[in-house]
């Protein structure tokens, strides 16, 4: 494995803080996948000239003026959740916008071709796919769906292997090689990020922190607790229950109130994962596995139940209490703004929302399980994150893995920058330390095919435990595991299957 010099944009296409140059191999029935080791220590940003460029190995091409078709989720009332990293019409001083309309038209004019991008509800893309593949009809060369959503569609056949597609070079630093690792199965992936990508940084967990009432409740320096370590858990909940305050004296939490921390049910998976749980991982020779049923796994749900089971200091959004009914994301992120709340718990998506916010607010990494964890852990959400797809129905794949290959590279170059340097630390983040805290939840970025494809429905019940005290992960795993196993061996069956 080839490293060079580590910077926190590198961190985002490796999902970890160096530059990884390794190639991935591919075995019959598993994967081996080089990739550096997570790193969170300062970064340094170098100078890239044209003697240290990374270029695609890709020739001359001329594509003859052809339309590059993409399809991507779109969720009315999620506006700001929208495909913002394949397509801009035009330049209009937004970063993100700007950044992506000049890649275009650089790559487009360089190899003559177009990119046009059609949005579907996020209700009907999935039979949309499902139908177009079907018919045998090449209506789109890219497709971005949701996480939670790609099983059946993998498992049926739908797409492409992405290390069958020419001219795709998976070992480049363009291309997510957490990923890559994570995604493949038995040898296979059908489903990837790269710089081109920008919702899976979007969909990385974190937690937010209103300054102001920080420093109202004499809070010790929170930045320096994650610096030594010693950000964790039980340290959090030891912080916000001396913050959270019945205002009005009536007895109850309210809207109007000050809660120590405001969440959601997404807090259950993000801390889980966050405290070095898993759902499936991968064995010693490379197949993937069960891992839930483990001492230390069931200990952190413990520490993430202790959390969302204090409905007095905890307030999650997905249920609501009698008194706050709210579980509309948008209202939601309202309370935080409205000085509701010390601790939020947010993708990163969040930070450029709240950039309006008349409170200063600080961004930390997702607490450890303890202080003997040796890294901070940021689990990629996957309600929001679209990662790229070929359905099996595209006519020139020579030509869509070039083009592929030549969006990334670029993307690395110029989106990824504009994305991480400017729209998130420059202008999202409001202090220089929460920019060091971004370095360290970029060093670290996790998937878990587990939780995306909750296999033997055991989402449901991992979720309901997290939320009631009463409740035992030991004993409510065990009557789901056989269901688990049988669902996840069958996936990898139906995957080995595949053409």
């Not at 275009?104 to 177009?114: C, K, Q, S």
């Not at 499936?280 to 413990?302: I, P, T």
């Not at 129905?393 to 690395?412: C, K, P, V, W």
Request: overall charge negative; hydrophobic content about 35%; aromatic content about 12%.
């Amino acid at each position: 494995m080839q490293k060079t010099s580590r910077t926190a944009l590198l961190s985002l296409c490796a999902a970890c803080a160096a530059l990884t140059l390794a190639a991935c191999g591919n075995a019959e029935g598993t994967e081996a996948v080089t990739s550096a080791s997570p790193d969170t220590g300062s970064v340094t940003e170098p100078t890239v000239t044209e003697d240290t460029r990374i270029y695609p190995d890709l020739p001359d091409a001329d594509f003859e003026g052809y339309e590059f078709k993409v399809a991507h989720w779109l969720y009315e009332g999620w506006e700001s959740r929208a495909c913002k990293d394949i397509y801009a019409e035009a330049e209009n001083g937004d970063t993100i916008n700007d950044a992506v309309y000049e890649r275009n038209l650089a790559v487009g004019d360089r190899y003559n071709f177009t990119v046009s991008l059609e949005e579907i509800d996020f209700n009907k893309i999935v039979t949309d796919v499902k139908n177009s593949v079907a018919a045998g009809d090449d209506l789109w060369d890219l497709a971005y769906l949701r996480l939670y959503e790609q099983k059946n569609l993998i498992s049926g056949g739908y797409y492409v292997d992405f290390y069958s597609i020419p001219n795709i070079d998976l070992s480049k630093p363009w291309w997510d090689a957490g990923c890559t690792e994570t995604l493949t199965v038995s040898g296979k992936l059908y489903l990837a990020a790269s710089a081109i990508n920008i919702s899976d940084k979007n969909a990385t967990a974190s937690v937010l922190f209103n300054k102001q009432i920080a420093a109202n409740h004499d809070v010790e320096d929170l930045y320096a607790l994650v610096d030594s370590g010693k950000w964790t858990m039980d340290k959090m909940r030891e912080i916000y229950t001396d913050v959270t305050t019945d205002l009005d004296g009536d007895g109850k939490m309210s809207d109007t109130d000050l809660w120590g921390f405001l969440g959601g049910d997404d807090v259950s998976a993000c801390f889980y994962i966050g405290g070095g749980g898993s759902f499936v991982a991968r064995d010693e020779n490379g197949v993937l596995y069960d891992s839930f049923g483990s001492e230390h796994n069931f200990a952190v749900v413990g520490k993430v139940q202790e959390i969302m089971s204090d409905t007095a200091n905890f307030y999650n959004h997905h249920t609501g209490t009698q008194d706050v009914p709210i579980t509309d994301d948008n209202e939601y992120r309202d309370l935080f703004a409205q000085g509701s709340g010390l601790f939020f718990w947010s993708r990163l998506d969040e930070v450029t929302t709240l950039r309006s916010m008349e409170a200063d607010f600080g961004i930390l990494p997702t607490p450890k399980y303890d202080e003997s964890q040796e890294d901070y852990i940021s689990f990629v959400s996957q309600h929001i994150t679209a990662l790229m797809c070929v359905p099996a129905t595209a006519s020139d794949l020579n030509r869509t893995g070039f083009i592929l290959e030549a969006l990334a590279a670029e993307s690395y170059y110029t989106v990824l920058p504009a994305y991480y340097d400017v729209a998130l630390k420059t202008k999202g983040s409001r202090d220089d330390e929460s920019s060091a805290m971004l370095d360290i939840i970029f060093g670290n970025r996790v998937y878990d095919l587990g939780e995306y494809f909750d296999f033997g429905t055991f989402g449901d019940s991992f979720r309901s435990v997290c939320r009631n005290s009463a409740k035992g992960i030991a004993s409510t795993y065990e009557k789901a595991a056989a269901k688990i196993e049988k669902a996840l061996t069958k996936f990898i069956e139906e995957v080995e299957g595949l053409e």
